[in-house]
Every structure is written in C-alpha cells, then in structure tokens.
C-alpha cells in the first residue's frame, strides 16, 4: 500500500518486487556492484525480460557515514534503493521515483543534527568565515557545545586556539 509523504504517493521497494513478480516471473532483477570503498557504496541493478534484454535500469550511491544504518549496512542500503529505482523506471512506482524507503531516509538525513567538525582546520575555517561578534559566538557555541569535562573537546579546543594564534601573529 502506498505511503503518503507530503502529498505525494511512494511505495516501498518489497511493494514494488512483489508486483514485478507476480506480473513477471520468469524476468529477472540483477544488482552489480559498481564501485565499493570505506566511504561509497554505488549499485546499479537491471529489469531483464526473459530473454535477457535490459527493460529498466537504476543506480544508487550510499555513503557509509550519513546514518547508523549505513555504517553496518551501505551495501544492502544501496542494493534496495537500486532495485527499487530500476522498478520504478520500469512502472511500478507511486507518483514518485523515489521509494517510501528512500524519502523516509532523506526526510531523516534532514532532520539529522549536524555533527559539528571533528578536523582542526575545519573548526578555524568556520570561525574565521564569521563576519562579526554574534556570527562568531554563535559559530563557537555551535562548534564547542559540551566542552566542560570532554577531554577530546578540550584537546581539539586548544588546538583550534593554538593554530589560530600562529595564523593571527
């Protein structure tokens, strides 16, 4: 059954490989790995007819550190949303492309806090772009939101303290 998101009309991909199946069983849908690393995941994933001609196809890229799901299961992440790509472009979609699965993922990735940079320059990069006072203040508290007792914040603190007086000498 569809799932409305903000008006419009996703299904999820085990909708959609359950419909391809029953309508073509004797087809097939096959995932290929496209490029894997300690970031990227790419899949690309192919409706084949029962002769073995590509009807439909669709790629996707997860990266392994836009959520807790992705740091164990990229890969099967990226297969799903392939498949149900490559199904949609085929016809069995909503109103919409994207998967319930998808969207709901992107809605979550949105609504996600920014982690605040870990890298040192990064940090002084972010401060040094402010324009005044209250930009900075507010760069500072949103960089440095729990030092007290953090010694990992504290130690990354005094770097950023450090490199910003060389660079200000």
């Known amino acids: 059954m569809p799932v409305q998101i903000h008006g419009k009309s996703y299904r999820t991909v085990a909708e959609r490989v ?8 004797e087809w097939s849908i096959q995932s290929t790995l496209v490029s894997i690393d300690e970031r990227l995941v790419v899949i690309k994933t192919e409706i084949c007819d029962d002769k073995g001609r590509i009807i439909s196809t669709g790629f996707a890229e997860e990266n392994r550190t836009s ?4 740091q164990t299961s990229a890969l099967e992440n990226c297969e799903t949303s392939a498949v149900g790509r490559a199904l949609a472009f085929f016809g069995l979609a909503g ?7 998808e969207v709901q993922g992107a809605i979550s990735q949105q609504n996600k806090p920014q982690e605040p940079p870990t ?3 990064e940090r002084v990069q972010k401060l040094k772009e402010c324009k005044d006072l209250k930009e900075l203040m507010k ?3 949103a960089i440095y939101p729990t030092v007290t ?21």
């Open 139 to 141: 760069a500072w508290t």
């Open 67 to 70: 959520s807790k799901i992705n």
């Open 95 to 101: 109103s919409e492309i994207a998967s319930a699965n």
């Open 149 to 169: 007792g953090d010694s990992r914040a504290i130690g990354i603190l005094s770097a950023v303290k450090d490199q910003l007086k060389k660079e200000l000498k």
């Open 119 to 121: 890298d040192v320059s």
């Open 18 to 25: 359950n419909d391809f199946r029953s309508l073509h069983a």
